[in-house]
């Protein structure tokens, strides 16, 4: 088929029919509340008080709408549209009720006058539409109101999707931001023959709120050759007359993507972009107060704000809202005439009915493996066997690879084997479809390591992956994971208004493994010592985040197994790298998540009765606090300790959590009694555990320590002196706060105080002259039994 069979008169003066009627509607939601057909002349009180929303990018996203209906209906394409402009809500509603997609999920506004009315009435108005897109609208996975994700969760939803087209309409504006600049490099990593396609569709609309996009500033030609440079084939469409440039656009980037697909190993595909160069506020006022609205800054939001006070600007609205002559385009029952439905592909076909924006409705359950043959055994259990935690997740993880093929992804920057993640290359590989330099090694077009140094790029990918219905984890050094606080409280805003969707489905978790922490990298020094992203979702009140804080190898196993069966959460999950000892059976780490805490009776010196209750989450704290107790258990027997593990901390109450069963008062006493100082070591900064006691009766019991911004290139040790977490620190706490109710321990515990100051003072001058710990640190021996 040619371009000149597809593109005829009759097509033409359709879509420009269809324009007018999804113009009218976008623009006509920012303004009216009545009189939405003009019936009569339009008067002041037919228009919303608070006139809301965004102009500038509607008439543009209108049109792509139109052109990938156009497309769909021909080749009987699947597409989903991702909107990275999400503020141009008022266009995806307007096409969602023309398609009649929106009345199939809410028949308050099927069509009808009533529907019509309401659907004009409801946006931005108090119980109806909020400003942009969201979960309640068919056909969304992104909101679009912080900015640079669209491209990177677009490639997300289309990895493993073989028959999925995402059309990602790219913004002029957003294109700037540091994640969708980055995002461009994804199409390197999508391979014809198991993934689906994405075709980025960039609206240069030139403008900003205030000022030209950078985009706006090049020419067709630098435009060109920036895309051609990023490894695309770019489509340019500009100029007075954009319908039949748009059609052969688009009509070349399907034949392009079907071409790639059909021939899957050519060594570097040139996946298609179409530039889309448009006005802003296309079709808007052209001019307002004697300034330029359409094709200016002026259009980006509401180009008539004084509408109430200024009869000037009443009259232009009425001038403009009639110019579209609505009752033309639809018929008596408020359906788009047959001229402009000839237009909407069959229901399979309908943007807004795309299955894979309802993730929970195709999503498959993982397939998991059985832990017996992956555990750590009794044997290695309170002894001298030291493991890296992470080493024993990757074996778990090569076996859910193993399988699952088709339905998992792990996804890290450039870390996998930094972060002892090596065994995962036993049965698969790095994802990339270029061709690459001959020392590398690991690297096959059907990896399932997504591996790139952009976290902002990791989490999209996961997040549109998540989205629509597959499963996977990202893992990357504690300190950057700060790189996407912001994306994750995103994403965990589209989880909570989810749930409140009824035809929206649980979809898979999303899972995070924080690990090269920040108590060993006493190698790397500051900059990679920030534990923030631990702050940043627990300051996360809608109860879609829940933090891990395994102790060992087998809690961890039991944590991802826990975490690969949820919906609709985000698992942060912080785990250690280095070999450390190992405390628990299977079954003893799945009773202690049961309740998020357990007093451990091996550990302790006449638990029954303690002066002092040690408590530690997470677990380089758990290992430096039972050395804690270790040496007053040696050195002053007679001080009574207990020992407390709490590996989920919102089990203290905060919440509604939705796994972990909350403390009570009477449980909280039985476990840290009514009266012992409570001496707790925290992985991130105390002011988490702060908040979350906050009001607690027992509050003032409480002496946190954690990670204080205290930190630089030196040793191991000192990273816990620094910040007040060491054993002997903490001794002399236990000590002194012991003192005070137990006098008889005075003259003995002032001796030990005065030893541990000692070997403080020790370990200061001893690191600076051998840079390396004390021999009384070094050669320490754990005696569990």
């Not at 590989?429 to 590398?440: E, H, L």
């Not at 321990?745 to 001893?766: F, P, R």
């Amino acid at each position: 088929m040619n371009n000149d069979q597809i593109i005829t008169e009759s097509l033409l003066v359709a879509i420009s029919k269809y324009m007018r009627l999804v113009n009218y509607i976008g623009a006509a939601q920012l303004y009216l509340k009545d009189n939405f057909l003009f019936d009569r002349p339009l008067e002041k009180s037919d228009i919303k008080e608070r006139v809301l929303g965004h102009w500038g990018t509607v008439p543009g996203i209108n049109f792509i709408y139109a052109n990938l209906n156009i497309l769909a209906k021909r080749h009987s394409q699947e597409f989903m549209l991702i909107a990275g402009p999400g503020h141009g809500y008022p266009a995806l509603l307007a096409n969602l009720y023309v398609e009649g997609t929106l009345g199939k999920f809410y028949p308050k506004y099927n069509y009808s006058k009533e529907g019509f009315s309401s659907l004009i009435k409801n946006f931005s108005w108090p119980g109806g539409f909020p400003s942009h897109a969201n979960p309640e609208t068919p056909g969304v996975i992104l909101e679009g109101g912080e900015l640079g994700y669209s491209l990177s969760s677009a490639f997300g939803a289309c990895f493993d999707n073989p028959n999925l087209m995402v059309a990602c309409i790219v913004g002029d504006g957003e294109a700037e931001s540091g994640p969708l600049s980055a995002a461009w490099q994804s199409a390197k990593f999508l391979n014809p023959a198991e993934d689906g396609a994405v075709l980025p569709i960039v609206h240069v609309n030139k403008y900003k709120i205030s000022g030209p996009t950078i985009f706006g500033t090049m020419s067709n030609e630098e435009l060109y050759d920036y895309f051609k440079g990023q490894g695309y084939l770019p489509l340019i469409v500009s100029g007075d007359y954009l319908y039949e440039g748009m059609l052969n656009a688009m009509e070349e980037a399907y034949q392009q993507i079907k071409n790639i697909q059909k021939n899957p190993d050519q060594s570097k595909p040139k996946w298609p972009v179409v530039v889309l160069v448009s006005k802003k506020g296309w079709t808007g006022p052209e001019i307002v107060k004697g300034k330029m609205n359409e094709d200016s800054f002026r259009s980006h939001g509401v180009p008539l704000e004084h509408i109430h006070e200024d009869n000037s600007e009443f009259l232009e609205l009425s001038e403009w809202l009639e110019s579209y002559n609505v009752s033309e385009l639809l018929d008596e029952n408020y359906r788009p005439i047959p001229e402009i439905m000839d237009l909407i592909p069959d229901d399979k076909y309908k943007i807004g009915m795309n299955k894979n924006s309802n993730g929970g409705e195709v999503s498959k359950k993982l397939i998991l493996p059985n832990l017996g043959s992956l555990k750590i055994q009794e044997d290695s259990l309170l002894s001298s066997t030291r493991i890296s935690n992470m080493m024993v997740l990757s074996d778990y993880l090569r076996d859910v690879i193993v399988k699952n093929p088709n339905n998992f992804r792990v996804m890290s920057p450039d870390e996998t084997e930094s972060n002892k993640l090596g065994s995962l290359f036993e049965v698969t590989t790095r994802r990339y479809n270029w061709p690459v330099p001959k020392g590398s090694e690991n690297l096959s077009p059907n990896g399932r390591v997504m591996e790139i140094l952009s976290e902002h790029t990791l989490q999209g990918w996961l997040e549109g992956y998540t989205l629509t219905g597959r499963h996977g984890i990202f893992i990357t050094y504690e300190a950057f994971g700060m790189i996407v606080a912001s994306m994750i409280d995103q994403y965990t805003k589209f989880l909570k208004q989810s749930k409140a969707v009824e035809w929206r489905k649980p979809v898979p978790s999303l899972n995070i493994v924080l690990t090269s922490s920040s108590w060993r990298q006493d190698h790397n020094g500051y900059s990679h010592q920030n534990p923030g992203l631990i702050t940043s979702v627990l300051n996360d009140y809608s109860n879609f985040v829940r933090v891990h804080f395994p102790v060992d190898a087998n809690m961890l196993l039991a944590t991802a197994e826990e975490a690969f069966s949820t919906t609709n959460v985000v698992n942060l999950i912080i785990a250690a790298k280095r070999e450390l000892p190992q405390y628990l059976s299977i079954e003893d780490a799945k009773q202690q998540m049961t309740t998020g805490m357990h007093a451990w009776d091996f550990i302790g010196n006449n638990n029954d009765n303690p002066d002092v209750v040690f408590t530690a989450t997470g677990d380089y704290p758990t290992k430096e606090v039972i050395a804690t107790i270790q040496i007053l258990k040696e050195d002053l027997p007679e001080l009574n300790t207990r020992f407390v593990s709490v590996s989920e901390i919102t089990c203290f109450g905060i919440g509604d959590h939705p796994v972990i069963s909350k403390m009570n008062e009477e449980q909280f006493d039985e476990v840290f009694t009514t009266h012992a100082p409570i001496i707790y070591a925290y992985h991130g900064y105390p002011e988490d555990i702060k908040q979350l006691i906050f009001n607690h009766p027992s509050s003032r019991r409480f002496f946190i320590r954690g990670y204080s911004e205290k930190g630089t290139t030196t040793t191991p040790f000192d990273m816990l002196v620094q910040n007040n977490c060491s054993r002997f620190q903490m001794a002399i706490d236990a000590i002194e706060k012991a003192m005070e109710n137990k006098t008889e321990l005075k003259e003995k515990g002032t001796e030990i105080i005065n030893k541990y100051k000692q070997l403080l003072d020790k370990h200061q001058a001893y690191t600076k002259e051998h840079g390396e710990d004390i021999p009384e640190v070094t050669n320490f021996v754990f005696k569990f039994r």
